[in-house]
Nanobody, 116 residues
Framework: QVQLVESGGGLVQAGGSLRLSCVAS????????MGWYRQAPGKQRELVAGIAAGGRTNYADSVKGRFTISRDNAKNTLYLQMNSLKPDDTAVYYC??????????WGQGTQVTVSS
């Protein structure tokens, strides 16, 4: 298991930007596949972006071209740069770690609210 702590959420106007961070405990971060998920009220949790241990990334269609996922293995930190935010991006954002397809940790979530 790995402990994950997110930060960086907040209230922003439409068109604005935020950068989320997720700090992982332990020494296995560099071999862990990581992802950002979000859950809006009344909706299921969905994958926003993922980054494999080797650096390959994938994005939900709704955020392509606006969000960028990255990782700094030296700092055990995962990032999500969010630009051109829309009210539909309002949700609680979670980071998740997986190792050999098994979930090894979820963060507690950070609220992102985009006002119109």
């Amino acid at each position: 298991q790995v402990q994950l702590v997110e930060s960086g959420g907040g209230l922003v106007q439409a068109g604005g930007s935020l950068r989320l961070s997720c700090v992982a405990s332990g020494s296995i971060f560099r071999i862990t596949d990581m992802g950002w998920y979000r859950q809006a009220p009344g909706k299921q949790r969905e994958l926003v972006a993922g980054i494999a241990a080797g650096g390959r990334t994938n994005y939900a269609d709704s955020v392509k071209g606006r969000f960028t996922i990255s990782r700094d293995n030296a700092k055990n930190t995962l990032y999500l740069q969010m630009n051109s935010l829309k009210p539909d991006d309002t949700a609680v954002y979670y980071c998740r770690g997986t190792l050999w397809s098994e979930t090894i940790g979820w963060g507690q979530g950070t609220q992102v609210t985009v006002s119109s």
